[in-house]
């Protein structure tokens, strides 16, 4: 059969199928009520809840929740549980680290090329000697008084306990090592502890109560 024949037969056939589709084509008519569809605005459903949650109560009830736990975070921070110190201990922390990209000025000139060893004690001393102590240990509190008294040459840290009770206790201003960032770096095993410079080194000492 010619292809022309075949593409003939083939159009002759849809226009029957479609002639046959439109005439027995029927008005059905409405099988059922239509409705627009209809979303609310989420603003207004929030509004919504927000009004209900503050009339019930849950909503000052969240607030005070929020408050409290900022509250007990607030005074006791995050710390790290260290045992007390038996034996003495002593080691030494180098800060040198290698650039591992350029370090520039605020004029954007090179002072440190990537790769440049770089030890932060040359250009800037540690001028106090850091004292780390378990707040929770009145021991180690009192150890905090009688061996770091003076605020001008020594820093108190705290690894853990209650932070406005202890600087309270000793009438100073504290610090306070979250997450145990500083007894990680220092390599601090127990405490109290202290950290000070001795060249260009930082010298730990870890130092039993009697």
Not at 56 to 62: A, F, T
Not at 118 to 142: M, R
């Amino acid at each position: 059969m010619r292809r022309s024949t075949l593409f003939l037969i083939i159009a002759l056939l849809a226009g029957l199928i479609g002639s046959y589709s439109l005439s027995h084509a029927r008005d059905l008519g409405t099988i059922g009520p239509t409705y627009a569809i209809s979303e609310r605005n989420l603003l207004d459903v929030i509004q919504e809840r927000l009004r209900e949650h503050r009339e019930s109560g849950l909503l000052e009830k969240h607030r005070k929740e929020l408050a409290e736990r900022a509250k007990r975070y607030t005074s006791r921070p995050q710390g790290l549980p260290l045992p007390r110190a038996q034996t003495y201990r002593t080691s030494t922390v180098s800060l040198e680290f290698i650039t591992t990209e350029d370090i520039t000025d605020g004029r954007g000139h090179v002072l440190y090329p990537v790769g440049t060893q770089v030890n932060p004690l040359v250009f800037q001393s540690l001028t106090k000697t850091l004292c780390l102590a378990d707040g929770d240990d009145p021991d180690q509190v009192a150890w905090l008084a009688q061996h770091c008294p003076d605020p001008l040459k020594h820093k108190l840290i705290l690894v853990r306990g209650e932070y406005p009770k202890v600087a309270k206790q000793l009438d100073r201003r504290l610090y306070f090592d979250q997450g145990g960032y500083l007894v990680g770096r220092f390599g601090i095993r127990a405490v109290p502890a202290t950290v000070r410079q001795k060249e260009h080194m930082l010298y730990v000492e870890e130092i039993p109560i009697r």
